[in-house]
C-alpha cells in the first residue's frame, strides 16, 4: 500500500572537525573558482535549521519499499572564516535546498512493531545561497556569492521505526547523508561563478502513515484480521 512520511527536523547542535563544518543539517566547504584554480577555503558556522519533508511509496510484504521524496532544507549563515588569512566574517546570508529524490529502502523485520530500515536513491536538488561573504565588507573586490543551482543529488540513509495503531502508521527516527554535486553560485558584480561541496546529514523524526489501512501487507484473498508474516502469509496457515 501507499504512504505518506513527513519529517520536521530541529539540528542537534554544530559540527566541526576535519573537513565538516555546520550544523547536523548543513555542510558548506572549499569553494573553488570554475576555472578550476583554487580560491581559497572556508570553514562556515551555520545556525539551527529545518529539514521538511513529505514522500508517498509503496510498500511490499517482503521488506522492499520504493517511494518518490519531496524534501527542503534552510540554515542561517551565523559566521565564515577564511583559512587563507584566518578572517572571521559575520553574515546575514542563508544556504538552502529543495529536492526531489528516487529512494529505495529495505525494512527488516516486518512482522515485529520495531523495524530498521536502510536505503538510499538519487535525484536533483535545487540548492540556493545569499550574501554569502568571501570578503571583509570593506575589500575592494566583490565580498559575496549568491544564486542558485540545479544540480544532481544522492543520498544514503537508516532508520528504525515502531509500528502503531495496528500497523496503520509508524513513527520513528530517520538518519540521512545527502550530497549535491558542486552547486555554482555567482560572484557579486563580476563574472565568476564558484562551486561548492554541499553535503547534508540529518537526523530527523518521521510520521509515516498507510493508506492501505493497518496491519502488515497481506497476500491475496487474506481475511481482515488474520495477522500475516513478513511474506504477507497468514502465521496460522
Same mark, same amino acid.
Given at each position: 500500500?501507499?504512504?505518506?512520511?513527513?519529517? $520536521?527536523?530541529?539540528?542537534?547542535?554544530?559540527?566541526?572537525?576535519? +573537513?565538516?563544518?555546520?550544523?547536523?543539517?548543513?555542510?558548506?566547504?572549499?569553494?573553488?573558482?570554475?576555472?578550476?584554480?583554487?580560491?581559497?577555503?572556508?570553514?562556515?558556522?551555520?545556525?539551527?535549521?529545518?529539514?521538511?519533508?513529505?514522500?508517498?511509496?509503496?510498500? #511490499?510484504?517482503?521488506?522492499?519499499?520504493?517511494?518518490?521524496? #519531496?524534501?527542503?532544507?534552510?540554515?542561517?549563515?551565523?559566521?565564515?572564516?577564511?583559512?587563507?588569512?584566518?578572517?572571521?566574517?559575520?553574515? &546575514?546570508?542563508?544556504?538552502?535546498?529543495?529536492?526531489? #529524490?528516487?529512494?529505495?529502502?529495505?525494512?527488516?523485520?516486518?512482522?515485529?512493531?520495531? &523495524? $530498521?530500515?536502510?536505503?538510499?536513491?538519487?535525484?536533483?536538488?535545487?540548492?540556493?545561497?545569499?550574501?554569502? $561573504?568571501?570578503?571583509?565588507?570593506?575589500?575592494?573586490?566583490?565580498?559575496?556569492?549568491?544564486?542558485?543551482?540545479?544540480?544532481?543529488?544522492? &543520498?544514503? +540513509?537508516?532508520?528504525?521505526?515502531?509500528?502503531?495503531?495496528?500497523?496503520?502508521?509508524?513513527? +520513528?527516527?530517520?538518519?540521512?547523508?545527502?550530497?549535491?554535486?558542486?552547486?555554482? #553560485? &555567482?560572484?557579486?558584480?563580476?563574472?565568476?561563478?564558484?562551486?561548492?561541496?554541499?553535503?547534508?546529514?540529518?537526523? *530527523?523524526?518521521?510520521?509515516?502513515?498507510?493508506?492501505?489501512? +493497518?496491519?502488515?501487507? *497481506?497476500?491475496?484473498?487474506?481475511?481482515?484480521?488474520?495477522?500475516?508474516?513478513?511474506?504477507?502469509?497468514?502465521?496460522?496457515?
Amino acid at each position: 500500500p501507499l504512504g505518506v512520511l513527513l519529517h $520536521p527536523l530541529k539540528p542537534l547542535g554544530d559540527v566541526l572537525a576535519g +573537513g565538516l563544518c555546520g550544523p547536523l543539517s548543513a555542510l558548506l566547504c572549499n569553494f573553488l573558482q570554475t576555472q578550476g584554480s583554487e580560491l581559497n577555503s572556508f570553514s562556515v558556522d551555520y545556525k539551527d535549521g529545518t529539514v521538511l519533508g513529505g514522500v508517498i511509496g509503496y510498500e #511490499f510484504a517482503g521488506g522492499l519499499r520504493p517511494e518518490v521524496a #519531496f524534501a527542503y532544507r534552510q540554515n542561517d549563515i551565523d559566521s565564515v572564516s577564511r583559512a587563507v588569512d584566518g578572517t572571521t566574517l559575520a553574515s &546575514q546570508g542563508d544556504i538552502s535546498a529543495m529536492s526531489i #529524490f528516487g529512494n529505495v529502502w529495505f525494512d527488516f523485520n516486518k512482522s515485529g512493531r520495531l &523495524q $530498521p530500515y536502510i536505503g538510499g536513491g538519487a535525484g536533483m536538488s535545487r540548492v540556493e545561497a545569499s550574501d554569502f $561573504p568571501i570578503a571583509p565588507a570593506s575589500a575592494a573586490s566583490a565580498n559575496t556569492v549568491g544564486g542558485k543551482d540545479d544540480v544532481f543529488s544522492y &543520498q544514503a +540513509g537508516a532508520g528504525l521505526a515502531y509500528s502503531i495503531f495496528d500497523d496503520a502508521a509508524r513513527i +520513528g527516527l530517520d538518519y540521512r547523508y545527502m550530497v549535491a554535486d558542486k552547486p555554482a #553560485f &555567482q560572484v557579486e558584480a563580476s563574472q565568476t561563478s564558484l562551486e561548492t561541496d554541499y553535503t547534508t546529514p540529518s537526523l *530527523k523524526s518521521a510520521l509515516r502513515y498507510r493508506l492501505g489501512g +493497518g496491519e502488515s501487507a *497481506k497476500g491475496p484473498g487474506t481475511p481482515e484480521g488474520v495477522a500475516v508474516d513478513s511474506e504477507g502469509c497468514p502465521l496460522d496457515s
